[in-house]
């Protein structure tokens, strides 16, 4: 298929990283990150194809764009929303990206931003991110646009696994006796 080869042209050189195939060891939404970042570029990938965007940008950026080692809550440049920076900073070490990638991997969380600035609850860090991280192009918000659906997937998938095993178990523990 046209689209799958030329997917594997532009992401073939990070893809067959082994610094980028350490995300395969951090575990994301239910699944690991490696999955996860492959699910987004993807799904950016086939989005930028539909609105025009930067094909090849969307597709790197949105695999680089939790290019960071650990879990989130495991160091604090991994937080919530700092650690877009520090995927930025591994992304220009490891692999050779512009600006704009740059920019769009930096702005990947915005809407977690956006969706915290509808409520009373926002913070002073997460509203200086709002202000320094809004997305600068269609295809910055289209590897957010992407992140946001795949992660709400996984975590669905994830639920749904976690709970039929729980139950399943309740079920079997009760056969038991």
């Known amino acids: 298929m046209k689209l799958n080869k030329e997917y594997k042209e ?7 990283s082994e610094n980028f195939a350490i995300l395969k060891n951090d575990v994301h939404h ?4 490696y999955d996860h970042c492959k699910r987004v ?9 539909l609105f025009n965007g930067n094909c090849r940008e969307v597709a790197r950026a949105g695999l680089l764009h939790d290019f960071f080692f650990g ?9 919530y929303l700092k650690h877009p920076k520090t995927s930025v900073e591994n992304a220009k070490k490891y692999f050779d990206i ?18 915290k600035r509808l409520t009373p609850f926002m913070k002073e860090d997460d509203k200086k991110y709002f202000k320094e991280h809004k997305p600068k192009n269609k295809d910055s918000v289209i590897v957010c646009v992407s992140d946001l659906l795949v992660s709400i997937f996984e975590v669905c998938a994830y639920k749904i696994r ?16």
């Open 10 to 16: 532009i992401t073939g050189e990070i893809l067959e």
């Open 30 to 33: 239910g699944s690991n990150k």
């Open 41 to 49: 570029s993807y799904l950016s990938y086939l989005m930028a194809k």
């Open 71 to 79: 879990s989130r809550t495991s160091k604090v440049e991994n937080g």
């Open 98 to 115: 512009d600006e704009n990638e740059a920019s769009i991997i930096e702005s990947h969380m915005y809407h977690h931003a956006l969706l």
């Open 162 to 177: 976690y709970n039929f095993y729980l139950y399943m178990i309740f079920i079997l523990n009760i056969a038991r006796y």
